[in-house]
């Protein structure tokens, strides 16, 4: 009896949060990250924002250039030339990325935004940042 009451604890807990993040989830979720700070559930996310993501770019143009300046230009020309629309598409991704963050006010980072309208920082799970917002939520109707 008490494993069956056991069990159905943690069937409801479990039906709570799903709820919970269901309930969320309907909404609009970014995540605003950097390689260093990763988020739990993150592909959940409608949209996660690397804030070290032009950096990664520009890491791989730059990667083991020729000492010679023109030599180096060149082999950065090409790569960019080779990477084509899918390289701009990326370029442009992480650049916005960063202004959306920017205009948004985020100041610190992982940072878990709901609808623009709300936000939790340091939080590296998921659910348990949308929890939190729903909580708040639920206390500022």
Known sequence: MHA?????GQTLALSALLLVTSNVAAAEIWIV??????????QAAD????LDAAQAIE???????????Q?????VQRRLNDG??????????AYQGVTDAWSLGITSIPAVIVDQRYVVYG????DQ?????????????
Do not use: W
């Open 84 to 93: 084509g629309h899918a390289l701009q598409q990326r370029m442009r991704e």
């Open 4 to 8: 069956f009451l056991a069990h159905l």
């Open 129 to 141: 940042a949308l929890a939190r917002i729903e909580r708040y939520r639920e206390e500022q109707p």
């Open 71 to 75: 030599q180096a230009a060149a082999l």
């Open 33 to 42: 990250t950097d390689t260093r700070h990763p988020v739990a559930g993150a």
């Open 59 to 69: 890491a791989e143009l730059s990667a083991r250039l020729p000492n010679d300046p």
């Open 47 to 50: 949209r996660v924002i690397q």
């Open 123 to 126: 939080e590296d799970d998921l």
